[in-house]
């Protein structure tokens, strides 16, 4: 079930396109404050985004700015800006898509499935990856520093992956539960903080101040891209 985070100061639409997207089988959380959308992405990391131009406190435009080097997902505008000009806007500062307002629900939910296609299409395509001396072999489930083999845990291979595919960027414990654990965070679960802590010394990081798997209070877990020369 995909996650999607619609982003919509008008409370009455955003609760009509809620319940038609989760009568089509997707999960939906509704930000109604354009102030408080930023955090909620970075932290939720959601599989697409539904975000309205016209929002209290922040505009869409300058939420789309903000959210766009700590989030990979598509971005979509919904809104009723129709000028040729907020479009290409959109599309300049990192949106995937632009429809204007008002839309026929299943026009949006095509929109929406071709975006969804194509995100997962590449996360899939990506097989393996290399960060300075680290290779990571996700068809063979293998780990490589300095050339030297390291010996993980299927639950930890998904951890690095999870975080070595997105390097530089800050993943929440809500992301990490959900797409590595399996479940939603309890705010009391430290399985993943014992996870990191396992993999930092396989990944020869520091215990006490590590510069390869970073914890970043009260957000999550990043891991470094220039670490591992």
């Not at 404050?33 to 505009?59: C, F, H, R, S, Y």
Request: glycine share 6%; with cysteine.
């Amino acid at each position: 079930m995909a996650h999607i985070m619609l982003v919509e100061d008008d409370e009455r639409l955003a609760t009509l396109t809620a319940q038609f997207l989760q009568s089509n089988e997707f999960e939906v959380t509704i930000v109604n404050d354009g102030a408080e959308a930023v955090e909620a992405i970075i932290t939720k990391q959601p599989d697409i985004v539904i975000l309205d131009i016209m929002l209290p406190n922040q505009d869409g435009f300058s939420i789309c700015r903000a959210v766009r080097p700590h989030y990979n997902g598509p971005v979509l505008f919904l809104t009723a800006k129709d000028s040729d000009f907020d479009q290409v806007k959109g599309l300049e500062i990192g949106a995937d898509d632009y429809v204007i307002k008002p839309v026929e629900p299943y026009v949006l939910l095509a929109r929406l499935n071709a975006l969804l296609r194509r995100s997962f299409s590449k996360k899939e395509a990506l097989d393996s990856l290399v960060l300075g001396q680290l290779r990571i072999d996700k068809a063979d489930r293998a780990v490589y520093l300095a050339d030297q083999e390291v010996e993980l845990t299927s639950y930890e291979f998904d951890l690095l992956w999870a975080l070595a595919s997105n390097a530089g960027e800050t993943q929440s414990r809500e992301y990490i539960y959900k797409h590595v654990v399996g479940r939603e965070y309890d705010g009391l679960d430290r399985s993943v903080d014992v996870r990191i802590s396992r993999l930092r010394k396989k990944l020869g990081d520091s215990p006490e101040q590590p510069f390869r798997l970073i914890t970043v209070w009260g957000k999550g877990y990043l891991c470094s891209k220039s670490a591992w020369e």
